[in-house]
């Protein structure tokens, strides 16, 4: 484990203020220490986030657990992801409006029956 901070981190993983949610974690890999901390802060009033603030922090978490042989598969998915979001709209081609024709009706039989087989 790398310790290069003088001062000793608040290993406490979760703290509400009025207007705030602070959450923080480490992460280890084989060649590193990650200490992340992720303050999601409102303008006014008790704190009342949408669905997407929690979704990015769990992704922001589960990545720091991925284990190093699923980065590139995680790395590829997501950047799939945002140039799929990122796209301006692509508009429809119009389709050319045809004259209707009198469909004609032929010949009615009755179909043979289709046997299934009950298990």
């Not at 923080?24 to 009342?48: K, L, N």
């Not at 590139?72 to 508009?91: F, H, K, N």
């Amino acid at each position: 484990m790398l310790t290069g901070s003088t001062t000793q981190w608040d290993l406490s993983p979760f703290s509400q203020g009025p207007n705030e949610i602070e959450l923080r974690w480490i992460g280890e890999t084989s060649t590193a220490e990650f200490q992340h901390s992720m303050v999601v802060r409102t303008t006014a009033g008790p704190p009342q986030y949408d669905q997407s603030v929690f979704m990015r922090a769990v992704c922001h978490y589960l990545l720091t657990r991925m284990p190093d042989e699923g980065l590139p598969d995680v790395c590829r998915s997501i950047a799939d992801a945002y140039e799929y979001y990122l796209q301006p709209p692509r508009l429809l081609r119009s389709f050319e409006v045809h004259q209707s024709v009198k469909a004609k009706s032929g010949r009615t039989y009755e179909r043979p029956p289709f046997p299934i087989a009950e298990e």
